[in-house]
Structures are given as structure tokens and as C-alpha cells.
């Protein structure tokens, strides 16, 4: 398994410029998420989506949008780029059993993001 | 220590030695745990977890210890090599959310 992948691993937007991240993930987990990472910070949640057809935003989800169309695939689309969108984004997937519990999450190797 | 919320606090360490990393956590009715390392420019990779109704669980050379009363975690690391310099992070789940905290960044010396 190739488990959690991403692309592009680097971009560089201008201001107002739009892009999608693309995140894929081969072991058939239900649950699929995006953070970002500030430096020397926290993962902040932006995004997560437990299944095929379903998202919610989490903590930080103003300027990013998402999708999940298939159970494989769960990508982050930024419409107007802005500075504060520089950040190092990471992919997540989980399976969880039953609704409310919580496994580990497996990550992406990210993607590192410059708005100028 | 780290709290969730807070800048990135240092840990250095001789090659050998045991390694205590620590988490405050801030939401009683956090249920699970999770510690990640992550080394730079990768993602976070899952080192170990616990559940809420434990307070100790080990793994290989990795230790995590849960006290719920005063709402702490802790990561030990025995026999510390320089594969494990790495920013290190504990993670609660509320709400089927899990929160970050800002992690540690643990610094092995020769």
C-alpha cells in the first residue's frame, strides 16, 4: 500500500490565484481529513469528511473547500489565495468502526504552500 | 512540557539515555490520545495511543502514561538514539476531532 499520497509536495500561488491539493489514500478508510501546519505550530483541522458524499468543516475551514466524491480520494481546493494561506498542509485518513470513535490517523507527507 | 496551544518547547537529551516528553491536555471528556513524531518535512507518524480507560500502555521502547486527574500525558522514550531527534506531538479527541497540541522538539546528543 502506498497508503496516504499528495500532490503537488510544493507550490507557490499569487495573491488571488486559485489551486487544489489533491490527497489519495489506498487503504480503504472511511474517515479522511486536512490540517494545516503554521511553523512551529500545531496541525490546525480545516476540513473532514466521513465518508463518500459527507464533509464538515472543522476548526479553521474559512477559504478552503472540499469534496469526497470516492472513498479514495479527498481534495482541498483554495479559491482566492491569501498570504495567511501559507501554511504546510497535511492529508489524514482513518478508519473509524463506529460513529464517535476515533483511530489513529495515517498522514501524507504534506504540502508546503507559499502565497505571495 | 507542552500544553495545547503553546509555542514549541525544547528537549535535549544524551544518545542513551531515557527521554520524558510531556502534554497537558485541557478537555476532561478527551477519551482517546495519540502521540505522533514528525520528522522535518514529513508528515506525522503515529508513535503509540491510549484510551481513556487506561493509564499506561507501552510499546516497542516507547512508554505513554496517562493521568486523568490532572489531565497529563506523557511520552517516555527509553534508551534515546539520534533516529528519534523529531518534533513530537500529542493529539485528544473531542468530539471525534482530534486537537494537536504545538509539540516538542526532542534533540538527541552524540
Redesign the interface.
Known amino acids: 500500500n502506498a497508503g496516504?499520497t499528495q500532490t503537488p509536495k510544493f507550490r507557490i500561488l499569487k495573491i488571488g490565484q486559485s489551486m487544489t491539493l489533491q490527497c489519495t489514500q489506498d487503504m480503504n478508510h472511511n474517515y479522511m481529513y486536512w490540517?494545516r501546519q503554521d511553523p512551529?505550530?500545531?496541525?490546525?483541522?480545516i476540513y473532514?469528511s466521513v465518508g463518500a458524499g459527507i464533509t464538515d468543516k472543522?476548526?479553521v475551514p474559512n477559504g478552503y473547500n472540499v469534496s469526497r466524491s470516492t472513498t479514495e480520494d479527498f481534495p482541498l481546493r483554495l479559491e482566492l489565495a491569501a498570504p495567511s494561506q501559507t501554511s504546510v498542509y497535511?492529508c489524514?485518513s482513518s478508519y473509524?468502526s463506529w460513529a464517535?470513535?476515533?483511530d489513529?490517523?495515517?498522514?501524507?507527507?504534506?504540502t508546503r504552500l507559499t502565497v505571495l | 512540557g507542552e500544553s495545547?496551544g503553546l509555542?514549541?518547547p525544547t528537549l535535549s537529551v544524551q544518545e542513551g539515555d531515557n527521554s520524558i516528553i510531556n502534554c497537558a491536555y485541557s478537555n476532561s471528556a478527551s477519551d482517546?490520545f495519540?502521540w505522533?513524531k514528525q520528522e522535518s518535512?514529513?508528515?506525522?507518524?503515529?508513535i503509540i495511543?491510549i484510551r481513556s480507560n487506561m493509564d499506561k500502555r507501552q510499546g516497542q521502547r516507547v512508554t505513554v502514561l496517562l493521568n486523568k486527574t490532572v489531565k497529563h500525558l506523557s511520552l517516555q522514550i527509553a534508551a534515546t538514539q539520534p533516529g528519534d531527534s523529531a518534533v513530537y506531538?500529542c493529539a485528544e479527541?473531542t468530539r471525534?476531532?482530534?486537537t494537536?497540541?504545538?509539540?516538542t522538539q526532542l534533540t538527541v546528543l552524540p
Open positions: 496516504v490540517y512551529g505550530m500545531g496541525l490546525k483541522l473532514y472543522g476548526e497535511f489524514a473509524n464517535g470513535s476515533t489513529t490517523q495515517y498522514f501524507g507527507p504534506g | 495545547v509555542h514549541l482517546y495519540i505522533y518535512g514529513k508528515g506525522p507518524q503515529f495511543d506531538f479527541n471525534r476531532q482530534l494537536f497540541g504545538s509539540g
